[in-house]
């Protein structure tokens, strides 16, 4: 009987022997063999599944028992959570450990490491308490491993064959047969790596490649294994050391049409089927976000819905969300969205509210209530259909397949009762643990492999990225709760175990015909350094009389590329005008006309995040709405018992509710009112004392102040919407709220001429916005017509308090804007050039800048 180290190496054996001679031993590894002498018991109820995900849930169940547990869970839920994960993690690792002895030495392990952790002392009594149940858990399991039959055979012999460092289960095997009398051989095929040159093994074609980044480490992976490809040393071993890399990497070779088997593969939650599938529960949540919403409805799950609603229905309600702000679903207003869209966003809520009713249901009824919406959505088939991953998620959830009667799964899912979000961590953490392993496309050139598995196999080239100093060398430490320490004192693996065996197995890369080393010299800023395993096999070659580690030629031809600079983006719009414009489009053509021109005539925009996070924005936006509220209701004589703070308090709650902002996404911006109230207040009350009087607020203007000139621009219309205006002795006040700092808004003043917004706003009430200062709605004190027209800014958040910027001028600044606008718009219907200046601040925030390639002019900055 031979065993080997890994499944992979049994077909290859087999065929190698063959052709020595027709009489060929058993050849099998421990856990194919003991496959073969019959299937493995089942676990039942709160038994070691080995399941991340089902092992979680009957942790938890464990846990109920013990007080300082709940307590735990009742002060710190994230804190248990934490401590759940811990928990099974160091009992699988005591399991599989007892599960590589001897049925006497598991007997043994189970005292020794009672014995161990009683004789714990000092700070760590969590951890202590967590490692014992988890002790206790995985040796109270009664079933015996498949694994122990093989200690009743009694072949003729034994043989071993290790590589990449010693196997536990073997060495006890092989000791209890020679014990009893069955000859045993043991054949190591491991050497040290400084002694592996000097005791014989074949010199590979070893060379190393320094690569500049990420992508350039990627690229020149590729191209290693195309070369070994093109000399015809197949198949090529890629190893798998960073996922991330070997994805990118995968991605260029398919380009070539290259066959690729993946024995890694990756964890489902990364499938496409998955992702679709979360979308859906996130959206369900509660505390979903439009944003998430709409993912959702993006996904094929929700094709159904879509084509009811009608064709365009997503895009225009993600179009009105997004011009609205609405970034939670409490705040959406069906009464203003189109039919269709209405539609879609009804017949999404329904479907989302069947997650949401009826609390805390068990594990079993989650998932009929899951298998049911997705039957309603259709996309249930649709799922199955998808290859890449939609099987393997149905499979791993119970959609398509049941418990095995009896078994501990079952009892999970029935005895388990889950609240909606601690049902999605579940069905996250599920597709966390299980892997997809994509099929072999063609025929087999590449294989991916991780680097144990690549011992011993006949293949034609071995490429190795990643041998850096912080990819190939650091080990996956143990159990969080098990210290190196009490690792070593409870035999468990140690990290010098862990690096001993890395490097053997590293050592058998060299047995391959041609050896691909590829690191980045550095990443980042920060000088990387190669993996120590590099040191010691360059001073190993150096030893044996070999020299250094060869440079990896690259195969890659070099094709040069002109270097072509953009020139100044400029255009023209000759017989083209804006309809109307505002006060932030006139801004845009004094600082950039190529801006204007993108903004304005072409009417492109950026598309905003439905943030759920409130920003200054939102807040700026509230504050506005609050203010409006406050002396509208003032103003008209609501409720006149209630005092000013009172109204302003009630007037803050009404639109935090009218905008959908929650208390608790608002607390940052709280304080900040807080220290507003009075401070307002305060202000407010010196104003009345000069005779100012609240009129209206958020005024919509819109005037033609060219409408006796040049028929081209007589249609044109200047509008706006006024924060608020004042009335008082002199004449009217036009005020623009800011949430902005106090030096800024004189800074913005400085010169009357460079400021715009205001002279706008002068411009919409001395053209003849009459409505604006209508008699009917100024005090009876107050003229009809402003006998005064005064603008200014009023800072609402400067640390100072509340504090007015006022526009000196303001209309004789609103005479020159329009006749200077008037002259612009004239020369650009007339076609003239609408550059784009690339200067000042407005190029560094300017959205358009991708637009006009500023960064790719001649001459420009880096």
């Known amino acids: 009987m031979l065993l080997l180290p890994f499944a992979q190496h049994l077909q290859p054996a087999r065929r190698a022997w063959m052709k020595l001679s027709r009489w060929q031993p058993r050849i099998e590894t421990t856990h194919s063999l003991a496959s073969a002498l019959g299937p493995s018991s089942l676990p039942q109820a709160l038994q070691l599944t080995f399941d991340a995900a089902i092992d979680a849930l009957a942790a938890r169940q464990l846990l109920r028992g013990q007080s300082w547990a709940q307590a735990l869970r009742q002060e710190d839920p994230r804190a248990f959570d934490a401590a759940v994960l811990r928990l099974v993690e160091a009992a699988h690792a005591l399991a599989r450990a007892a599960q590589l002895r001897s049925p006497d030495g598991r007997l043994a392990f189970w005292s020794q490491a009672r014995e161990v952790l009683a004789a714990q002392s000092g700070a760590g009594q969590l951890e202590r308490a967590l490692l014992l149940v988890a002790l206790e858990w995985a040796a109270a399991d009664p079933r015996a491993p498949a694994t122990d039959a093989l200690f009743d055979l009694r072949p003729s012999a034994w043989l071993h064959l290790q590589a990449g460092g010693p196997d536990p289960l073997a060495e006890a095997l092989l000791s209890a047969a020679q014990a009893a009398g069955v000859p045993c051989l043991r054949l190591s095929a491991d050497l040290p790596l400084e002694d592996a040159f000097a005791r014989g093994l074949p010199p590979a074609q070893v060379t190393q490649a320094l690569c500049d980044d990420f992508e350039d480490l990627a690229q020149c992976s590729a ?24 994805r990118r990497v995968r991605a260029l070779l398919e380009r070539q049409g290259v066959g690729i088997a993946d024995e890694t593969g990756w964890t489902l939650a990364t499938t496409a089927p998955a992702a679709q599938l979360m979308a859906l529960l996130r959206a369900a949540r509660r505390d979903s976000t439009v944003d998430e919403c709409l993912a959702w409805l993006k996904t094929p799950l929700a094709t159904g819905l879509r084509e009811r609603a009608g064709a365009g229905a997503l895009s225009a309600l993600e179009a009105r969300c997004r011009q609205r702000g609405w970034s939670s679903p409490a705040a959406v207003r069906e009464d203003r969205l189109l039919p269709g869209s209405a539609r879609l966003w009804k017949l999404s809520r329904e479907v989302l509210a069947t997650f949401q009713g009826g609390g805390s249901r068990s594990l079993e009824d989650w998932l009929e209530l ?25 499979d791993a959830l119970w959609l398509k397949r049941s418990p095995w009667p009896g078994s501990a799964h079952e009892a999970v899912v029935k005895e388990t009762t889950l609240s909606a979000s601690e049902f999605t961590a579940w069905v996250s953490a599920t597709l966390e643990a299980a892997q997809y392993v994509p099929p072999l496309q063609g025929d087999l050139q590449v294989m991916i492999t991780p680097l144990a598995r690549a011992m011993l196999r006949p293949f034609g080239a071995v490429v190795l990225p990643g041998a850096d100093a912080a990819t190939l060398g650091p080990v996956p430490a143990g159990p969080v709760l098990v210290s190196d320490t009490l690792a070593r004192q409870m035999g468990l693996p140690t990290i010098e175990d862990k690096r001993a065996a890395l490097a053997s197995q590293f050592t058998q890369l060299l047995r391959s015909p041609a050896l691909t080393l590829l690191r980045c010299a550095h ?10 395993l590099l040191d010691r096999l360059d001073l190993a070659r150096q030893s044996a009389g070999l020299g250094p580690l060869p440079g990896w030629v690259d195969p890659r031809v070099v094709v040069p590329v002109e270097v072509r600079p953009q020139r100044r983006a400029s255009a023209q719009a000759a017989g083209i005008l804006p309809a109307a414009l505002s006060a932030s489009a006139v801004e845009s053509l004094r600082q950039c006309p190529y801006q204007f021109f993108s903004r304005v005539l072409l009417g492109l925009r950026e598309v905003q995040e439905l943030d759920q996070q409130a920003d200054k924005r939102d807040y700026g936006t509230w504050l506005h709405a609050v203010l409006h509220q406050f002396h509208t209701e003032r103003r008209d004589g609501v409720e006149p018992a209630l005092s000013d703070e009172a109204r302003l308090q009630r007037a803050a709650q009404t639109q935090m509710q009218a905008l959908g902002l929650s208390a608790a996404e608002f607390l940052p911006f709280s304080a900040s009112f807080a220290r507003f109230v009075p401070a307002y207040l305060e202000w407010l009350a010196a104003r009345a004392m000069q005779g100012q009087t609240f009129v209206d607020g958020e005024v919509d203007c819109e005037v033609q102040p060219w409408g006796a000139g040049d028929p081209a621009l007589a249609p044109v ?38 400021d715009t917004q205001l002279a706008v706003y002068a411009t919409l009430v001395r053209a003849g916005a009459a409505a604006v200062v209508a008699a009917e709605a100024l005090p009876q004190a107050a003229p009809a017509t402003p006998s005064g027209l005064f603008a200014e800014y009023l800072a609402l958040d400067d640390a100072k308090g509340i504090a007015a910027v006022e526009h000196p001028e303001v209309t004789q600044t609103a005479v020159r804007l329009v006749e200077g606008l008037g002259q612009d718009l004239l020369a650009i219907h007339h076609g003239a050039a609408l550059p784009a200046l690339g200067e000042g601040v407005a190029c560094e925030y300017c959205d358009m800048r991708g637009l006009c390639r500023r960064d790719d002019w001649e001459g420009a900055a880096p």
């Open 223 to 246: 191209a290693s294994v195309l070369d070994h490809l093109n000399a015809g040393r197949t198949p090529v071993a890629l190893i798998a050391q960073d996922r991330v890399l070997l």
């Open 370 to 394: 899951l298998k049911t919406v997705l039957k309603r959505l259709g996309a249930d088939e649709q799922l199955a259909a998808q290859p890449a991953g939609g099987p393997q998620l149905l």
């Open 523 to 532: 990443r980042g800023s920060e000088p990387l350094a190669a993996s120590p």
């Open 717 to 754: 219309r200047l509008r706006g919407r006024i924060d608020r205006i004042d009335a008082g002795p002199d004449g009217h006040r036009l005020i623009d709220y800011k949430t902005g700092g106090l030096k800024g808004l004189k800074d913005k003043v400085a010169d009357p001429l460079e």
